[in-house]
């Protein structure tokens, strides 16, 4: 059996010893013997009733490469008290000796005063001595006593800072929240969707003869989508955490947001045009005296072109796919990391700081 997945019968109300009971039996072949438990991790998982199809589909494709206990809540504080379990083993088999192992998830539906306590019914679900991922699909307070409560079982948490409609305030409540003492490592899908692009812009001052050019930029331009601030505030925050930009002012021309910073090369302007009509994050160009360089999207939006111009000649050019960046895809990068991710923080740092001005 390769990929099977398994259901339990049956719901409502259980004990964490009903549970761990009816998961064993989940693992049970039809032949009486025992499928071993391939949990590396613990996620919880706090989403609705309308987003939690995609949201389960997700968890139930990452338990193929990241086996783990996954306790998905389906809260709706609004409604009557009630709490209705259901459970599931992904099982598939591993290894040239044939052995079958099977990963688990808890479904919860909370209800009413049980879904302002979700930690109560998360915690005891928990396999010890194993790290704890928490991740929050949608929108989110990180100002919340439930949020907070959930965040204290957790060894690192993921959110989507742009998932909400107030998305710049998310950053800032984030930024925040991260300066208390103990703050817990934040995975943002806004900053794992800057990977290939982060990588690609440095890609583009690796030859000998360019490496001196990031020093001297004298200007940039991020062209995104509306709903792509965050992830355009990142690149942003990013590039001056990193090349010792300090933000000095930022002002306001329609929709475009202009921002300009003191560095190594001295003044150093950005614009910020929300005026892309599909990608998030279209395009970036960076100027210094002599060169250009550029990391756009194209093709329907699969591949991703870097170039580096010196005047008007073309000095380099590359094309890469970017293939495949849904959910379960980013979800899973920050499934690999289990401590503060410096990097972001101070790229969210500066972002904020900008914000401020």
């Not at 989507?160 to 817990?184: F, K, T, V, W």
């Not at 690796?206 to 062209?223: H, M, T, V, Y």
């Not at 929709?255 to 994050?281: C, H, M, Q």
Request: aromatic share 6%; hydrophobic share 40%.
């Amino acid at each position: 059996m390769i990929g099977e997945s398994r259901q339990a019968p049956g719901g409502g109300r259980m004990s964490v010893g009903q549970i761990e009971h009816e998961l064993a039996k989940l693992r049970t072949n039809e032949d009486g013997t025992l499928a071993l438990r391939s949990s590396v991790l613990n996620l919880i998982v706090v989403t609705d009733e309308e987003s939690a199809p995609e949201i389960t589909n997700s968890v139930s494709k990452l338990a193929g490469r990241y086996p783990a206990r996954a306790v998905v809540f389906i809260a709706d504080p609004e409604g009557e008290s009630n709490v209705d379990v259901r459970l599931s083993a992904f099982c598939n088999v591993r290894g040239g000796g044939g052995a079958q192992v099977c990963a688990e998830q808890v479904t919860i539906h909370a209800e009413g005063p049980p879904a302002t306590h979700l930690e109560s019914l998360a915690g005891p679900l928990l396999i010890p001595d194993l790290p704890v991922f928490l991740w929050y699909p949608g929108e989110f307070s990180p100002r919340s006593s439930e949020f907070a409560a959930m965040a204290e079982l957790a060894d690192r948490v993921i959110v989507d800072s742009a998932a909400g409609e107030n998305r710049e305030d998310c950053l800032c409540e984030i930024a925040a929240m991260l300066e208390g003492p103990a703050a817990p490592a934040i995975g943002d899908l806004q900053w794992v969707g800057l990977s290939p692009w982060r990588s690609l812009l440095a890609d583009t001052f690796g030859a000998p003869e360019r490496a001196g050019e990031l020093e001297k930029i004298k200007r940039a331009e991020i062209l995104y989508a509306p709903g792509g601030e965050n992830r355009a505030l990142l690149l942003v925050g990013w590039l001056a955490s990193t090349l010792g930009w300090k933000a000095e002012s930022a002002t306001r021309e329609g929709n475009d947001r202009k921002l300009e910073f003191s560095g190594p090369s001295g003044s150093i302007s950005v614009e910020l045009s929300p005026d892309s009509p599909d990608a998030r994050l279209r395009r970036i160009r960076l100027y210094s005296s002599g060169y250009s360089f550029q990391v756009s999207r194209h093709r329907a939006l699969s591949d991703v072109r870097t170039t580096v111009m010196r005047g008007d000649e073309l000095l380099a050019e590359r094309t890469v796919h970017l293939g495949s960046f849904d959910l379960g895809v980013l979800v899973g990068e920050e499934l690999r990391y289990r401590g503060h991710d410096e990097a972001y923080e101070g790229a969210l740092r500066t972002a904020v700081e900008v914000l401020d001005l």
